[in-house]
T-cell receptor, first 114, second 112 residues
Framework: GQSLEQPSEVTAVEGAIVQINCTYQTSGFYGLSWYQQHDGGAPTFLSYNALDGLEETGRFSSFLSRSDSYGYLLLQELQMKDSASYFC???????????????FGQGTTLQVKP | EAQVTQNPRYLITVTGKKLTVTCSQNMNHEYMSWYRQDPGLGLRQIYYSMNVEVTDKGDVPEGYKVSRKEKRNFPLILESPSPNQTSLYFCASNGRGGTEAFFGQGTRLTVV
């Protein structure tokens, strides 16, 4: 089966840097995505990594190491509005990753304190 | 604007009364899916569809039905709702091989 592991909760202070880790076990791998979800809202796409290395989008960066089956989301200059849940996701490996199906981690709740 | 539209946003119903939650996308995506979200359990997939007339069970399909008669629409049907189906539901779509899933606004369902 396919599985993803994330910490359930992370707490940090405003202005700090926080890293949310995700390890995955899949029979095939076609990229790691990250989604943000504010309380009561819909998940929204943040980033995607298909190759090893760091992808930067403003204050958010995402990193992937395929050899370690590991990735992380890095949030810099934390703001109160970053308090949300963050999900990592992989493409289901069946059909060479082209079925469209995504497999989500359980999510990490980030609490940003003043 | 690319979007996935779910209706209704909020619904309170009684046990056993059939209901349908609609989902529509305007991006011509092949893949659509339904998730339920409960505290501490993340997003659990109920059903998914890889194209018109092609649907399959996700992780928690019991008590739900779906249909995909047109590419843009993917309704979720609860034939006989029960209180354990009280949850927050999301519809999502993405293209095959696509890296980004688009989610609807969510439907908060309460079954009493």
């Amino acid at each position: 089966g396919q599985s993803l592991e994330q910490p359930s909760e992370v707490t940090a202070v405003e202005g700090a840097i926080v890293q949310i880790n995700c390890t995955y076990q899949t029979s095939g791998f076609y990229g790691l995505s990250w989604y943000q979800q504010h309380d009561g809202g819909a998940p929204t796409f943040l980033s995607y990594n298909a190759l090893d290395g760091l992808e930067e989008t403003g204050r958010f960066s995402s990193f992937l190491s395929r050899s370690d089956s590991y990735g992380y989301l890095l949030l810099q200059e934390l703001q109160m509005k970053d308090s949300a849940s963050y999900f990592c996701a992989v493409r289901d490996p069946s059909g060479s990753g082209n079925t469209g199906k995504l497999i989500f981690g359980q999510g990490t709740t980030l609490q940003v304190k003043p | 604007e690319a979007q996935v539209t779910q209706n209704p946003r909020y619904l309170i119903t009684v046990t056993g009364k059939k209901l349908t939650v609609t989902c529509s996308q305007n991006m011509n995506h092949e893949y659509m899916s339904w998730y339920r979200q409960d505290p501490g359990l993340g997003l659990r997939q109920i059903y998914y569809s890889m194209n018109v007339e092609v649907t399959d069970k996700g992780d928690v399909p019991e008590g739900y039905k779906v249909s995909r008669k047109e590419k843009r629409n993917f309704p979720l049907i609860l034939e006989s709702p029960s209180p354990n189906q009280t949850s927050l539901y999301f519809c999502a779509s993405n293209g095959r091989g696509g890296t980004e899933a688009f989610f609807g606004q969510g439907t908060r369902l309460t079954v009493v």
